[in-house]
C-alpha cells in the first residue's frame, strides 16, 4: 500500500526559523529519508512555497480563480498532481482542464519550492 | 528546539493580531502592550504544562484582556484579587468562543490599524521604523538599538518620543471604509519597504546587526499578504523584497566592502527566495493592475533569473524601468534605466539620458559613479575622473568610496603612458 503523509505545520513559525535552524531541521530529516529511499520506499517529496504564493481555482461554472489558499473546512483534501509548468497561468490552465474534467470542490495551487523525485516505489 | 523556543517563536508570530486586538479594546498602546506582555508571562508558566493553546493569538488576548482589566480593578478598588489562574481554568470554552468572533475582518484591521500607527506622517523614517520593531514585531529595545547603532537610552527615548506622538494623533478605531482602508495599506507597504531599507543599505560591520531588519521587514510583508491576499501591490512587495534579501550572501567581501551585482557570486544566490519572489510576481502580473512594488519586482527578478551578467535580459529591463519612470517619476529611477540604456543602445545614448538630471542630482553619489563609469566606456578618462572624484566626495559608506577608487585606480593605469599607447 503506498501512503501519503501530509505535513501540516504553522507556517509563521517554520518561516521565522533562522536559516541553520532550518538546515538542522532538514538534515534530521534527510536522515530518516535516506533510510526509507535505501530500502526502495520512498517515493517523491516535495517542500512547497508558503500560503501567500498559492492561489486556489474554485471548479463552479465558470471556473473561479481566487488569491491565496483554499481556506473553506468542509472539503476534504483527496489527492494532489505535481505538474511541471512555465509560470501560474500555465498551472490554471491545467486545473481547468482536470475541473472540467472532475467539476465541484476546488484546486489549490501551490510552487513547489523542493523537490526530490524519489526512486520508483517496490 | 528547546522548551521555551517554541513559545517564543509562537508569542512572536501571535504578537502583531494579539497587540492589534487589545490596542482596539484598550485604545490605548501602553495599555495594550502591557497587556501582551502580561499574557506573554503567563503563557511561559502555563503552555509548558499545559500545550500550547489551540489559537496562541485568542489566548493571548483573552488573557491579555482579562490582565489588563485586574490591574484596572486593583488600582481602582483595591479589593481581593480572584485566583491567578482562575480565568486560565476555564479558558478552553472562553477560548473557543472568542476564536469564533475573531473573524477574518476584524483582526485584519487590526493588524493593519497597529502597522498604520506607525507610520505617522509626522514622525521621521527612523522613528516609524523604531517603533514598528518594537510594538509590532516585539523586538527589545536593546536590539533596535544594535541595529541603528545608538545607546539603548537613546533609542529607549527616541521610541518614548515616537509613541506620544502616535497618542496625540488619535487614530480613529472604528473599522476604515474601502478608500481609508487602502490609504492604509499603501502606507504601511512603504514603511515595511522603508525596514528594508534600513537593512539592506547596511554595509561594513552594520552589516550584520542590520540583516535581521530585511528579515523582519520579509515577514510583515507576508503577513500583510495573508491579510489582503488580492493585493498585488502587497505581493509586489513581498516579492520585491525577497528578490533583493536573496542575494544577501553575495553582496559583500570579507573585508565588508560592496560587491557590484555583476561581480557577485551568483551560486550564493539563495534560490529558494527567488523561486518564492518569482512565484509571487506571476501570481500579481495577472491582475493587470501594474504598480511601483511589482514593477521593481518584475527588474529583480530579471536579474535573478540571470545565470551570468551576460544574460541578463537587459531589454526588458529597459522597458521596465520605462513603465517605472511613469508609475513612479524620479531622477533616481531615470538614472537606474540610464545603466539599462547603456547595455542595450550603448554609454553616449545613457550619457545622454542623465545629463539633464545633473542639477537634481548635483549631491548624489550614484549619479557621479554612474556618469563616471559611462564616460570611462567612452574614454573621456579627465571627464571621468571629475566625476569619480565627486562620487567618492558623496560616498555614504566607506564601502562606496573603496569601489569608486577601484575605478580610479583603473584609469590611472590606462592613462599611464604605456596605457595610452596601447589604448584602443
Known amino acids: 500500500m503506498l501512503y501519503a503523509i501530509l505535513c501540516y505545520h504553522d507556517e509563521d513559525l517554520v518561516g521565522s526559523w533562522s536559516k541553520e535552524q532550518d538546515e538542522a531541521v532538514m538534515k534530521k530529516l534527510a536522515v530518516v529519508q535516506e533510510k526509507l529511499a535505501k530500502q526502495g520506499r520512498l517515493g ?21 480563480v481566487i488569491d491565496g489558499p483554499y481556506a473553506e473546512t468542509k472539503e476534504q483534501l483527496l489527492g494532489f498532481y505535481v505538474i511541471d509548468c512555465k509560470n501560474l497561468d500555465e ?6 482542464d482536470l475541473g472540467a474534467a472532475n467539476p465541484g470542490g476546488a484546486y489549490e495551487i501551490r510552487p513547489v519550492g523542493l523537490f526530490a523525485p524519489g526512486g520508483p516505489v517496490k | 528546539m528547546t522548551d521555551t523556543a517554541w513559545i517564543d517563536a509562537a508569542l512572536t508570530s501571535a504578537r502583531p493580531q494579539a497587540v492589534g486586538a487589545l490596542l482596539r479594546y484598550f485604545r490605548d498602546l501602553d495599555t495594550a502592550e502591557e497587556a501582551f506582555q502580561n499574557a506573554s508571562l503567563r503563557a511561559l508558566k502555563s503552555w509548558p504544562q499545559n500545550g500550547p493553546p489551540r489559537d496562541p493569538a485568542a489566548w493571548l488576548i483573552m488573557v491579555g484582556r482579562n490582565a489588563a482589566i485586574d490591574e484596572v480593578r486593583r488600582s481602582r478598588k483595591q479589593q481581593p484579587l480572584p485566583e491567578d489562574d482562575q480565568h486560565i481554568s476555564d479558558l478552553d ?17 487590526d493588524i493593519l490599524r497597529l502597522l498604520f500607527i506607525c507610520c505617522h506622517p509626522e514622525l521621521p523614517a527612523t522613528q516609524q521604523i523604531a517603533l514598528a520593531l518594537r510594538i509590532v514585531s516585539g523586538l527589545s529595545v536593546k536590539q533596535i538599538a ?15 518620543r515616537a509613541k506620544a506622538r502616535v497618542a496625540e494623533a488619535n487614530v480613529p478605531f472604528e473599522t476604515p471604509g474601502p478608500v481609508e482602508r487602502s490609504e492604509r495599506l499603501a502606507a504601511v507597504a512603504a514603511m515595511i519597504y ?30 500583510l499578504l495573508r491579510l489582503f491576499p488580492s493585493e498585488p501591490e502587497i505581493m509586489g512587495l513581498t516579492a520585491l523584497l525577497l528578490l533583493q534579501h536573496a542575494r544577501a550572501a553575495s553582496r559583500f567581501n570579507s573585508a565588508g566592502e560592496v560587491i557590484l551585482l555583476e561581480d557577485q557570486d551568483r551560486s550564493l544566490w539563495n534560490q529558494n527566495m527567488i523561486t518564492e519572489g518569482v512565484a509571487l510576481i506571476d501570481k500579481a502580473m495577472r491582475h493587470r493592475r501594474s504598480g511601483a512594488y511589482q514593477i521593481q519586482a518584475a527588474i529583480a527578478a530579471l536579474h535573478a533569473r540571470a545565470e551570468r551578467p551576460e544574460d541578463t535580459d537587459w531589454k526588458q529591463i529597459d522597458l521596465l524601468y520605462g513603465a517605472l519612470e511613469l508609475a513612479q517619476p524620479s531622477p533616481v529611477v531615470t538614472l537606474n534605466r540610464a545603466v539599462a540604456v547603456s547595455k542595450v543602445r550603448g554609454a553616449e545614448a545613457a550619457l545622454e539620458m542623465i545629463e539633464p538630471l545633473a542639477s537634481r542630482l548635483s549631491n548624489y553619489f550614484h549619479f557621479f559613479g554612474v556618469r563616471g563609469a559611462l564616460l570611462m566606456q567612452l574614454g573621456r578618462n579627465e571627464e571621468a575622473r571629475v566625476a569619480f572624484d565627486r562620487a ?25 603612458p604605456r596605457g595610452a599607447t596601447t589604448g584602443k
Open chain 1, 44 to 64: 517523491p517529496v516535495a517542500r512547497l512555497l508558503p500560503t501567500t504564493a498559492a492561489a486556489t481555482l474554485r471548479k463552479e461554472d465558470p471556473p473561479l
Open chain 1, 91 to 96: 498551472a490554471l490552465d491545467v486545473a481547468r
Open chain 2, 93 to 109: 470554552d472562553a477560548e473557543e468562543q472568542l476564536a469564533e468572533r475573531l473573524d477574518g475582518s476584524h483582526y485584519r484591521d
Open chain 2, 146 to 160: 544594535r541595529a541603528f547603532l545608538v545607546s539603548e537610552a537613546a533609542m529607549e527615548q527616541r521610541i518614548t
Open chain 2, 194 to 223: 522603508l525596514i528594508f531599507n534600513e537593512g539592506y543599505s547596511a554595509s561594513g560591520d552594520t552589516v550584520q546587526a542590520r540583516s535581521s531588519l530585511c528579515e523582519e521587514a520579509i515577514r510583515l510583508a507576508r503577513l
Open chain 2, 392 to 416: 567618492i566626495a558623496l560616498a555614504n559608506t566607506s564601502a562606496e568610496a573603496a569601489h569608486i577608487r577601484m575605478h580610479l585606480d583603473r584609469l590611472m593605469r590606462d592613462s599611464s
